[in-house]
């Protein structure tokens, strides 16, 4: 299973940014590998929440997946789980820590397994895990932008 882990500080309550980044309907302000979310429950999100994505991975693979909200401890942590059509799977946790000063460290680990087991696993090695590091950069560089009164400067697709 690939493993990609990111952390930045932005300078705003935890709360706030948790309220941001759990609300379904504003992914596609921040996230760039997220094209649509759809099929969205009540709100907010709870434990045992569920919806549909679809995500680019590696800068131009469309990917349908299905998530659950599988912990949720508002204002600090959520982790999802997903799974894909031929075997994928994804667990995403993010962790928002107050710190000095009203600022917070945003933390976000996602583990992810590529359907085509050993061809999938090299392709990933090869192609998307270097994409998908970028695309977690830049999402949290958006987060990061907007949230401290700014607009995403990164195109989407």
Not at 43 to 67: E, H, L, M, N, Y
Not at 107 to 127: F, M, S, T
Not at 139 to 145: F, M, Q, T, W, Y
Request: net charge negative; hydrophobic share 35%; glycine share 8%.
């Amino acid at each position: 299973m690939a493993h990609i882990a990111r952390t930045i500080e932005i300078d705003r309550p935890p709360e706030e940014i948790f309220d941001y980044i759990t609300d379904l309907d504003r992914l596609t302000e921040w996230a760039t590998m997220v094209k649509e979310t759809r099929d969205l429950g009540e709100r907010p999100i709870k434990q045992g929440t569920t919806f549909s994505q679809t995500v680019k991975a590696a800068g131009s693979v469309d990917i349908d997946c299905d998530w659950q909200v599988k912990q949720l401890e508002r204002p600090r942590h959520v982790h999802y789980e997903a799974t894909a059509p031929g075997g994928g799977e994804m667990q995403m946790s993010q962790t928002v820590t107050l710190l000095d000063g009203g600022r917070s460290r945003v933390e976000i680990d996602l583990d992810y397994e590529v359907p085509g087991g050993i061809l999938g696993q090299i392709a990933d090695k090869l192609v998307f895990e270097g994409q998908n590091e970028k695309e977690a950069d830049a999402s949290l560089a958006n987060l990061k932008r907007i949230l401290e009164g700014g607009e995403s400067d990164t195109p989407r697709q």
